[in-house]
């Protein structure tokens, strides 16, 4: 038996998304060209963070798009996992694009190149411009899942990525000091890396369909065994299909009376409400079956 629940995404912030990623597009081949012209690395890894970034959006609006798909008898919850796929993948990208500039500025540190600094100020503003528009365009959804907090956090990232190369910049040109751009490669690469580990962890947690963070199942377990007539608890499992979406469910053991006088109904509607109003990680969607006590010996010896 389970409540009934409407599996709907709500809004998935499509619109936002891409114009996100036209501003991003549009500063990508910006900071290519800018690479190119001054030969920085600080600029060309600021780029590659924008092309991961631009990638990243696309995935994001693509998976957007997939979550607002219906459930069907084959996917029965439809593309909400979608989103988590999405996060997890840009985040890969990102922690790739991170170790690079990290060994990329090492070995300039030795090996120094020469920078323009006047390009070198120019492209870092217009990008600081860019990312700026598009963390204003995304800062109001960045708190609806998963999938829009990953594109937030790029945007921010690369906004400082923007910010380290402009004072890269100013540097070179007030002091000559070149091997600043290298640490404003490593500095960079030092905001990309521990992000995308996070995020990893996260959409790892979700797809592992580990319990809920927040959520202790011994105390569920324990205030349900407080509810009159319930005899026992098991096969109690909790997971996350997506952001916002956490699910519980269980097997709970009842009184032969109240199967017999029809109090089961309310039993479970008792249950249900339990789970949905008594933990901070409120589980709207649970499925839990009732069952006579003599019902165990028809079970599997390997539940719990």
Not at 9 to 23: D, Y
Not at 162 to 184: M, N
Not at 207 to 236: F, I, N
């Amino acid at each position: 038996m389970s409540a009934g629940h409407d599996h709907g995404v709500g809004t998935s912030h499509r619109g936002r998304l891409a114009v996100a990623f036209a501003i991003t597009a549009t500063i990508l081949v910006a900071e290519v060209i800018g690479a190119l012209w001054t030969g920085s690395l600080a600029l060309l890894v600021d780029a590659g963070h924008m092309l991961t970034d631009a990638a990243g959006l696309a995935m994001a609006l693509v998976a957007a798009s997939l979550a607002l798909r219906p459930p069907t008898p084959a996917r029965t919850w439809g593309f909400r996992r979608a989103e988590v796929l999405a996060a997890g993948a840009q985040a890969t990208v990102l922690l790739g694009v991170g170790i690079y500039a990290f060994v990329e500025g090492v070995r300039r540190l030795y090996e120094p190149h020469e920078v323009s600094s006047t390009g070198l100020l120019l492209f870092g503003i217009v990008g600081l411009a860019g990312n700026i528009a598009s963390m204003l365009v995304l800062s109001t959804g960045r708190a609806a899942n998963l999938n829009m907090r990953a594109a937030f956090l790029e945007v921010v990232n690369d906004a400082l990525g923007s910010v380290a190369v402009i004072i890269s910049a100013i540097v070179i040109a007030t002091t000559g000091w070149v091997r600043i751009d290298a640490i404003a490669g490593m500095v960079i690469a030092a905001l990309i890396v521990p992000r995308a580990i996070a995020i990893l962890r996260e959409a790892g947690h979700i797809l592992l369909e580990s319990t809920p963070k927040g959520l202790d199942l011994d105390d569920v377990r324990a205030h349900l065994l407080a509810v009159p007539h319930v005899q026992d608890v098991h096969d109690l499992h909790a997971s996350t299909i997506a952001t916002g979406l956490p699910v519980l469910t269980a097997h709970v053991v009842l009184d032969d009376e109240c199967f017999a006088d029809g109090h089961a109904a309310e039993m479970l509607a008792q249950l249900q409400d339990c789970v949905a109003a008594h933990f901070t990680v409120s589980i709207e969607h649970s499925t839990i079956q009732l069952e006579p006590p003599h019902h165990a010996e028809r079970e599997h010896a390997a539940h719990a």
